[in-house]
Nanobody
Framework: QVQLVESGGGLVQAGGSLRLSCAAS????????MGWFRQAPGKEREFVAA????????VYADSVKGRFTISRDNAKNTVYLQMNDLKPEDTAVYYC???????????????????WGQGTQVTVSS
């Protein structure tokens, strides 16, 4: 079992920045791929970013590439999402997720993730 707890969400003006954190517990953190997803009101959950076990590989959705950065600290069992130049369309509930079983080729595939956090709200005002 893996427990995930997100934090760092909030209200920010367009152009501003936020850093989300996701603390993991329950299994060896460096054993699994970590990802961030988001779900806006009335929309399906979508992939945002993912990072491999050691942090050597990262993948981003086109909509956030160049603005968001995913990173992890395996000593602290934590994954981060640094979000810069935020836009109103980034408003959503952001979820971190753990993929404990698949390969790096599936880092952007939502169905590969078997543990999810409760989500944290990010609201970007125009």
């Amino acid at each position: 079992q893996v427990q995930l707890v997100e934090s760092g969400g909030g209200l920010v003006q367009a152009g501003g920045s936020l850093r989300l954190s996701c603390a993991a517990s329950g299994r060896t953190f460096s054993d699994y791929i970590m990802g961030w997803f988001r779900q806006a009101p009335g929309k399906e959950r979508e992939f945002v970013a993912a990072i491999s076990w050691s942090g050597g590989n990262t993948v981003y959705a086109d909509s956030v590439k160049g603005r968001f950065t995913i990173s992890r600290d395996n000593a602290k069992n934590t994954v981060y999402l640094q979000m810069n130049d935020l836009k109103p369309e980034d408003t959503a509930v952001y979820y971190c997720a753990a993929d404990t079983w698949s390969t790096a080729q599936a880092m952007g595939v939502m169905s590969s993730y078997d543990y999810w956090g409760q989500g944290t709200q990010v609201t970007v005002s125009s």
